[in-house]
């Protein structure tokens, strides 16, 4: 019912940037919750930012300083501006979003994207 479509992913050097989009299409009666997860290689998927629907965020500490979300709730869409990006940050990264689809009052529902790969490399 609701899709994620995740962009922007792709091949950087250390020291780079990227932009990720993630934009929620389908039944939607309202997007809570939104963030971005990755998965390195070898490694768990693990929370790397988030934003509440009152644009309050959360980093994963090694990314503070780097990475900055974003959402334009007009579009259903979501930003990762990934800065000084380092090899560590080499994983899929993944959108996430909490979304209402059985009407304005009901709890949202998790809803994930396809995921997209990011490579930093020297």
């Known amino acids: 019912q609701v899709q994620l479509v995740e962009s922007g992913g792709g091949l950087v050097q250390p020291g780079g940037s990227l932009r990720l989009s993630c934009k929620a299409s389908?039944?939607?009666?309202?997007?809570?919750?939104m963030a971005w997860y990755r998965q390195r290689p070898g490694k768990q998927r693990e929370l790397v930012a988030k934003?509440?629907?009152?644009?309050?965020?959360n980093y994963l500490d090694s990314v503070k300083g780097r990475f900055t979300i974003s959402r334009d709730n007009a579009k259903n869409t979501q930003y990762l501006q990934m800065n000084s990006l380092e090899p560590e940050d080499t994983a899929e990264y993944y959108c996430?979003?909490?979304?209402?689809?059985?009407?304005?009052?009901?709890?949202?529902?998790?809803?994930w994207g396809q995921g997209t790969p990011i490579t930093v490399y020297s």
């Open positions: 934003i509440s629907s009152d644009s309050s965020t």
């Open positions: 996430y979003a909490r979304v209402a689809t059985m009407g304005p009052t009901f709890a949202g529902s998790a809803c």
């Open positions: 389908g039944r939607i009666f309202r997007i809570d919750e």
